[in-house]
């Protein structure tokens, strides 16, 4: 059985830093898809970040530059590094892993103030 929790989010600054968590449990996450997602109120969920278990990345077009994903095998957990942040990074935050279809953490809370 597979879980994930996200955690990390917070209140931030426009042009402020948060690291987000997403500790995997039932899997390793070095064996699967990976990836971040966000929504905000009224917006579809898109795609943040995804990992590849090679380790190889992609982005949304809207976080290029300023996020950046990575793991640690060790502790199976898989991060998201957010610089630069602006107003309307503001969403909930999900962990996804592809395996045997997809699995989701619960969210994590990410606000920007201007």
């Known amino acids: 059985q597979v879980q994930l929790v996200e955690s990390g989010g917070g209140l931030v600054q426009a042009g402020g830093s948060l690291r987000l968590s997403c500790v995997a449990s039932g899997r390793p996450v070095s064996l699967n898809v990976m990836g971040w997602y966000r929504q905000a109120p009224g917006k579809q969920r898109e795609l943040v970040a995804i990992m590849s278990s090679g380790g190889s990345t992609n982005y949304g077009d809207s976080v290029k530059g300023r996020f950046t994903i990575s793991r640690d095998n060790a502790k199976n957990t898989v991060y998201l590094q957010m610089n630069s942040l602006k107003p309307e990074d503001t969403a909930v935050y999900y962990c996804?892993?592809?395996?045997?279809?997809?699995?989701w953490g619960q969210g994590t809370q990410v606000t920007v103030s201007s």
């Open positions: 996804n892993m592809q395996f045997r279809g997809n699995y």
